[in-house]
């Protein structure tokens, strides 16, 4: 019952710090534009975060579930993971550079499932129908291919609305475009936002159930007295109090702000105006929305990223910094392959201490 309660804290740490960590995704350009204080860009990401986890639990399954065997599943697995991806995590926000919390926590999760099964690959979902809805799921499906896509989406569509909007307001005042999109960015920002907890916060939301259910069918609970039964997870299943707990969480770690990627995002990549961020925004919502109605847990980081990208190109290629996009490019590549090996590390310690 420990190492339940164990798991279930580093999953909520994780979220917590996935909260202050990702906030740059959705109020980086609302920011750096000015259209709204910092204050008030967190209070608003928070709110929206909070509502935009309790939507849906596709995502969640889908980590739960649809990447690894989740019978082959221990405790000491999940919490292996969870350290790798908390690691990552905390090492690219101190240093300020988005990386993916998303891929931090699924290139754990395969680490520490490679590690449990002593290194049988047949662990790992790459590419399979699902017999009930029909659609593919695994890893190729569900991640690889979206990691690759994602940001070219972002890009193109952060390209195409930073065109379209140039054109259609071209004749246009430049103070009366700031205002005017000025007070649109607070509509992107809330949707970025929102769009942000309904594909982050339910990747939490799977490990925690994902916990649960492997701490059911080991016989963790058995003897749990009666008002803790609604731990009991018999059959995967995202739970109600599980959701409320994830976005609560997110919300609060999305109000402790996240500046150090904060900057990097909005003032050191592109230097934007209001129509710049709404363009940038509501592109890469509108790919994040797509993705969690399809339960494929993309990385938010790398949408807005490469929008913002995208939005800059439209202005002029130079106008984009490159040297730092190249930065962030490699903390890109670098986080599954590293959050793989440091969960399988960890795993294997918690073998040799008799953990897990």
Excluded at 89 to 115: E, K, M, Q, R
Excluded at 259 to 273: A, E, N, P
């Amino acid at each position: 019952m420990t190492v339940v309660l164990f798991v279930i804290l580093a999953a909520l740490v994780f979220e917590y710090i996935n909260g202050f960590h990702d906030t740059a995704n959705s109020i980086a350009t609302v920011v750096s534009t000015r259209a709204l204080s910092p204050r008030a860009a967190i209070c608003l990401a928070a709110a929206c975060n909070l509502f935009g986890a309790l939507i849906g639990v596709a995502v969640a399954k889908t980590i739960g579930s649809g990447i690894v065997d989740a019978h082959s599943v221990t405790l000491g697995t999940i919490a292996a993971a969870l350290l790798g991806a908390i690691f990552w995590n905390l090492l690219t926000w101190y240093v300020g550079l988005p990386s993916s919390s998303s891929h931090a926590l699924i290139g754990g999760l395969c680490g520490a499932a490679l590690a449990t099964a002593r290194g049988d690959w047949g662990v790992l979902k790459w590419d399979i129908l699902n017999p009930v809805t029909g659609h593919a799921e695994g890893l190729w499906p569900k991640v690889i291919l979206p990691m690759l896509l994602s940001p070219a989406a972002g890009f193109i569509l952060g390209f195409i609305m930073m065109m379209a909007i140039l054109v259609l307001c071209q004749k246009m005042r430049p103070s009366l475009a700031n205002r005017i999109f000025g007070k649109g960015q607070w509509v992107s920002a809330a949707y970025m936002a929102l769009s942000h907890g309904m594909n982050d916060a339910q990747k939490t939301m799977g490990i925690i159930a994902l916990a649960l259910f492997t701490a059911t069918s080991g016989g963790v609970f058995e003897q749990l007295p009666r008002w803790l039964h609604f731990l009991r997870t018999p059959a995967f299943d995202v739970a109600l109090w599980v959701k409320i707990t994830c976005a609560l969480t997110m919300a609060a770690g999305t109000a402790a702000g996240g500046w150090r990627i904060i900057r990097t995002l909005g003032h050191k990549m592109v230097k934007m105006q209001p129509v710049h961020g709404f363009a940038a925004e509501t592109a890469s919502a509108t790919i994040i929305q797509i993705a969690s109605h399809w339960g494929i847990p993309v990385s938010t980081t790398h949408v807005i990223s490469s929008s913002i990208m995208g939005m800059g190109c439209a202005k002029r290629f130079r106008s984009v910094k490159w040297g730092v996009v190249e930065q962030m490019v490699w903390a890109w590549i670098f986080t599954l392959p590293v959050c793989g090996v440091f969960s399988y590390c960890m795993y294997r310690l918690f073998g040799w201490l008799g953990i897990g």
